[in-house]
């Protein structure tokens, strides 16, 4: 079974540029996630769907961050424009458990550099 | 707000030696409770978990974690660790809206 796919693994670009990271979770689990992990840090969660809808996006910082999970499957997690504070590893996780009983499997993360 | 702490951030052993991480974390109510592991260049990994029942859990590669509630503590422990257990540990709980709050991670490294 594939585990949760994550692209880009690397990506460098200069503040104030967009870019997307896109994740795919396992088959048949109905909730995604996106969490930041910055050096040093624990992961932090940005939002979280069950199916396509975000059911808790309180983290996520909406001037400048987006997510969407259109189909309820994939998920798509967008920065513009980016700032140097945004370098960090973002991982997607997804889960299918019942509630209050859900154990996350993650991804391998995309790594952001902003120069 | 809640929160978890790891107050072990680099823990040196050498191979054999006992392994104690500690956790503890602040919410009164009930938590689930987890350990998992990143491997150098990998991603995290579920290493043992705790919903309810013995507060004693067994996890993969001989690990094994003790909730103590009075404590408000899931301490983490392995009897004799190997090179190959080289890696950041996080502590993580969750609460009943299934978002994990993680702790800032214990690095640990093996020597042979």
């Known amino acids: 079974e594939a585990g949760v796919v994550q692209s880009p693994r690397y990506k460098i670009i200069e503040k104030k540029q967009p870019v997307a990271f896109w994740c795919n979770p396992i088959s048949g689990h109905n909730t995604l996630y996106w969490y930041r992990q910055n050096l040093g840090q624990g992961p932090e969660l940005l939002i979280r769907y069950e199916n396509e809808e975000a059911v808790d996006d309180s983290q996520l910082p909406k001037d400048r961050f987006s997510a969407e999970r259109l189909k309820g499957v994939d998920s798509t997690l967008k920065i513009q424009p980016a700032e140097l504070g945004d370098s960090a590893v973002y991982l997607c996780?997804?889960?299918?458990?019942?509630?209050?009983?859900?154990?996350?499997?993650f991804g391998a993360g995309s790594r952001l550099t902003v120069l | 707000a809640q929160s978890v702490s790891q107050h072990n951030h680099h823990v040196i052993l050498s191979e054999a030696a006992s392994l104690e991480l500690g956790c503890n974390y602040s919410?009164?109510?009930?938590?689930?409770l987890f350990w998992y592991v990143q491997y150098p260049g990998q991603h995290l990994q579920l290493l043992l978990k705790?919903?309810?029942?013995?507060?004693l859990v067994k996890g993969i590669k001989g690990f094994e974690a003790e909730f103590i509630k009075s404590k408000f503590s899931f301490n983490l422990r392995k009897p004799s660790v190997q090179w190959s257990d080289t890696a950041e540990y996080f502590c993580a709980v969750s609460l009943n809206t299934d978002k994990l709050i993680f702790g800032t991670g214990t690095r640990l490294q093996v020597f042979p």
């Open positions: 919410y009164g109510g009930t938590v689930n």
């Open positions: 996780a997804s889960s299918s458990g019942a509630p209050g009983a859900n154990v996350l499997t």
């Open positions: 705790y919903f309810s029942g013995d507060p």
